[in-house]
């Protein structure tokens, strides 16, 4: 099953359009599920989630605690993707001061 594990530094006043950009995994291989799950070390932050053209999250402030989310129980975000879909994970901090913050994303591909 892949995973993509990412932490994030983003920076006051800073946008991460796709956390997940880069990795092998970015873009699904064949039709899947997909479980995510995403982490804030601080209050007032904001996260999307998006498979393709489907929005699974709008902006939607994250969890926050100072690790990874925990396999399965906070793993909140759960979808099927299809070949081709990009997975994104836009990660936004209005504040005034960098916040860590973490995505992970189970692929079970079909």
């Keep these: 099953m892949p995973i993509i594990q ?5 920076a006051a006043g800073a946008t991460v359009e796709n ?3 880069g990795s092998a995994f970015e873009f699904l291989r064949r039709p899947s599920v997909v479980s995510m799950g995403i982490t804030a070390a601080a209050t007032g932050t ?4 998006q498979s393709g053209p489907d ?3 709008e902006e939607s402030p994250p969890m926050v605690q100072t690790s ?6 906070e793993m909140a975000y ?7 879909d990009r997975l994104v ?3 936004r901090n209005p504040t005034g001061g960098a916040v ?11």
């Design 46 to 49: 904001f996260a999307t989630i």
């Design 100 to 110: 860590v913050m973490r995505v992970l994303a189970q692929i079970a591909e079909r």
């Design 6 to 10: 990412k932490e994030i530094s983003v």
């Design 78 to 84: 759960n979808f099927a993707g299809v070949s081709g």
């Design 68 to 73: 990874f989310p925990r396999i399965p129980d």
């Design 19 to 21: 956390a997940l950009s």
């Design 89 to 91: 994970a836009r990660l």
């Design 55 to 57: 929005v699974v999250l």
